[in-house]
């Protein structure tokens, strides 16, 4: 989770001419609607309504999870929630928002999990993609550190970064904090992860607090210190570690962790893993494409397989 910047210089420009993402030689679209990270109950109603009716569930389920790109006027419902958790935990504005991303709005991709139940956004995780305005963690990170982009590249083995992932944002709203947190953090994390090996994306990045770096290193998630960056303070917070993870490592890296996990912790994280490896009650609930071989092999397996044969070494 990128904790925002509150005092960015960056201008967005003008609602019509945000270049998008998908690699800064790519082809150019803009966004054709007005971004709003503060919706009206009449707002929320509609956008909600009609994401339902355009993409219909195939399930039963309450929960189910979507994927939308930040040039769908539906992507709103993902930038509400985002500033109304902000808001909260860090008092970033309407202003606040427009400020950081601004320049990476065509270049994100929403997952927006969707409560069927009460037609409610309850979660949302941004990704943001290389675009000609580069990546948000890594500009930051640079600004506050002084590492450039081919640093970065050269310390990770990375060619291009139109294989890599800015993990922007994750949010849920405090009212699903305690009941459904935890399927909902597992169907976001899952659902953008085989998204990613879907597209293709060879690593994730992202500046993270203290406490979820500490999560992420409790579940497992093979994020490592960017180029070996130390943590640094960053608007309000004493302690922001930049990170990198290989996308191929993620599942091996978790099913590991649980393996050697003490068992006070082991019942967490295998209900974590059961989910994020496995896919257990969470496939079903992506209402997009995502990673699968032929044969019926997927990401999962393929991982799976690969963290026993290295058990067995």
């Given at each position: 989770m990128t904790l925002l910047?509150?005092?960015?210089?960056?201008?967005?420009?003008?609602?019509h001419t945000q270049p998008s993402g998908g690699g800064a030689g790519g082809e150019l679209n803009t966004v054709k609607f007005e971004?709003?990270?503060?919706?009206?109950?009449?707002?929320?109603?509609?956008?909600?309504?009609?994401?339902?009716?355009?993409?219909?569930?195939?399930?039963?389920?309450?929960?189910?999870l979507y994927r939308l790109e930040g040039t769908d006027e539906l992507s709103n419902?993902?930038?509400h929630i985002e500033r109304q958790v902000f808001l909260e935990r860090f008092g970033n504005t309407d202003a606040d928002m427009r400020r950081v991303y601004g320049d990476y709005e065509a270049a994100s991709d929403f997952f927006i999990a969707m409560d069927r139940s009460i037609c409610r956004p309850v979660g949302t995780m941004r990704n943001i993609k290389n675009s000609s305005a580069g990546l948000l963690a890594l500009r930051d990170t640079g600004t506050y550190t002084g590492i450039t982009v081919e640093q970065f590249k050269q310390a990770h083995n990375i060619k291009s970064l139109d294989t890599v992932w800015d993990i922007g944002t994750l949010a849920i709203p405090e009212q699903y904090r305690d009941r459904d947190e935890h399927h909902i953090v597992a169907m976001l994390?899952?659902?953008?992860h085989v998204r990613g090996c879907y597209e293709g994306m060879t690593h994730y990045i992202a500046m993270v607090d203290k406490l979820l770096y500490r999560t992420f290193k409790m579940i497992g998630f093979a994020f490592h210190p960017m180029a070996g960056l130390k943590p640094f303070s960053y608007e309000g917070s004493d302690s922001i570690q930049p990170v990198c993870g290989v996308t191929e490592d993620f599942f091996p890296t978790v099913e590991a962790k649980l393996r050697s996990a003490d068992e006070r912790l082991k019942p967490i994280l295998q209900y974590f893993a059961k989910r994020f490896i496995h896919g257990h009650d969470v496939d079903h609930r992506l209402m997009y494409d995502y990673a699968v071989w032929s044969g019926g092999s997927t990401p999962v397996k393929k991982a799976c397989s690969r963290a026993v044969a290295q058990a067995r070494l």
């Open positions: 910047k509150t005092n960015s210089p960056v201008v967005p420009p003008p609602p971004v709003k990270y503060t919706l009206s109950e009449t707002e929320l109603d509609a956008l909600s309504a009609r994401l339902l009716s355009e993409q219909p569930p195939k399930v039963r389920d309450a929960l189910v419902l993902g930038r994390y899952r659902g953008a």
